[in-house]
């Protein structure tokens, strides 16, 4: 894992191929937790819930998601309340998964 958050992801504005099923796997086993999912559309993306003590914690944990994100130039989705954070990350431009997405959720899985 710690071999992905030392990277930098790179802006992805399309044009190049999504990940298929076969490379999203490789880089699942660099990342801890999280699930591959599919949407209505049948694109992929990563996905973690983080449990908290109370609200504060949540909020806090989302903070520090959010200054991550902007470091990096590269936003997830976040839903959290009372006690969670809930995490989903794909790449809009190719309507899936790259390398980035990844690397983003090992950077977020070392807060």
């Known amino acids: 894992m710690n071999d992905l958050a030392n ?3 790179v802006p992805c504005e399309g044009g190049i191929p999504a990940f ?5 796997h490789k880089y699942l ?12 559309k049948k694109n992929f993306f990563i ?4 449990n908290f003590k ?5 909020e806090k944990f ?11 130039g ?19 431009a ?3 998964l790259a390398e980035s997405d990844f690397i983003l959720a090992a950077k977020i899985d070392k807060l």
């Open 74 to 92: 590269h936003h997830p989705d976040i839903n959290f309340g009372w006690g969670y954070a809930k995490i989903k990350i794909s790449t809009h």
């Open 29 to 40: 086993k660099k990342v801890d937790g999280w699930s591959v999912l599919q949407n209505d």
């Open 7 to 9: 990277k930098k992801c």
């Open 54 to 58: 109370n609200f504060i914690e949540s």
């Open 47 to 50: 996905e973690k819930q983080f």
């Open 20 to 24: 298929d099923i076969t490379e999203i």
């Open 94 to 96: 190719i309507d899936g």
């Open 62 to 72: 989302v903070i520090g998601v959010g200054k991550i994100a902007e470091e990096e």
